[in-house]
């Protein structure tokens, strides 16, 4: 009953810009967070950053100053913002999002590639 879907990955030369999206859909009463984490070959997901519904931001370190997150509450969106990159970005770049429909549960996109080529 809820799904999140990703958009914005690709290719992108070192120092470069991308801005993926992600909009989550169905029976939604309210959203407490969404966020981004990705996940590198043979590496562990790590988050990337995350917002509250407050608006209380996140940031990993090796991306703070570079990434920004947005929210859109009305449309139950959430952006980042990737400048600067590097080769190290290089990851599939996963949406959560904590949603209260009758319960709270987090869920997941299914992912989208970013590639940063040095």
């Known amino acids: 009953q809820v799904q999140l879907v990703e958009s914005g990955g690709g290719l992108v030369q070192a120092g470069g810009s991308l801005r993926l999206s992600c909009a989550c859909s169905g029976s939604i009463i309210s959203i407490n967070a969404m966020g981004w984490y990705r996940q590198a070959p043979g590496k562990q997901r790590e988050l990337v950053a995350r917002?509250?519904?407050?608006?209380?931001?996140n940031y990993a370190e090796p991306v703070r100053g570079r990434f920004t997150i947005s929210r859109d509450n009305a449309e139950n969106t959430v952006s980042l913002q990737m400048n600067s990159l590097k080769p190290e970005d290089t990851a599939v770049y996963y949406c959560n999002a904590i949603v209260r429909t009758s319960y709270i549960g987090a869920y997941w996109g299914q992912g989208t590639q970013v590639t940063v080529s040095s």
């Open positions: 917002i509250t519904s407050e608006g209380t931001t």
